[in-house]
């Protein structure tokens, strides 16, 4: 499931990144796009590894990637470069799929404790 809300956050974030101005396209729209990518696909090759550990790894990283948008986000629309209420939207599902990791990594992290408890 949180593999899908990256997705959606991912193509919501390109729609937003195409409203931005000209002179942003090759800085803030390009580390935008760069982060919200990275999501869905560490989310996507952590749980392609053969341990729990690794699978975690990767989700740290998602959630690090999700924590860079929401910066470059919260920057553009402090210039005013996206509307208040855009910016909520997208704000609002990057806060679902970093909720969403954090109880995915738990919920792993404690299944590990307790495989190596046995």
């Known amino acids: 499931m949180v593999w899908q809300k990256a997705m959606s956050l991912a193509k919501n974030v390109y729609c937003l990144t195409r409203k931005l101005p000209q002179e942003e396209k090759y800085a803030l729209s390009d ?3 760069r982060a919200v990518v990275s999501i869905p696909a560490n989310i996507a090759e952590g749980q392609s590894r053969r341990t729990t550990k690794d699978f975690v ?12 948008l929401m910066t470059h ?23 679902e799929v ?7 990594i738990r919920s792993l992290e404690k299944k590990d404790i307790k495989a190596v408890a046995k």
């Open 31 to 33: 580390q935008m796009r």
């Open 57 to 68: 790894h990767f989700l740290y990283i998602a959630k690090g990637s999700n924590a860079e």
């Open 73 to 95: 986000l919260m920057l553009c629309h402090s210039f005013e470069y996206i509307p208040t209420k855009e910016f909520q939207t997208v704000k609002q599902q990057s806060d």
């Open 98 to 104: 970093g909720m969403l990791l954090n109880l995915l």
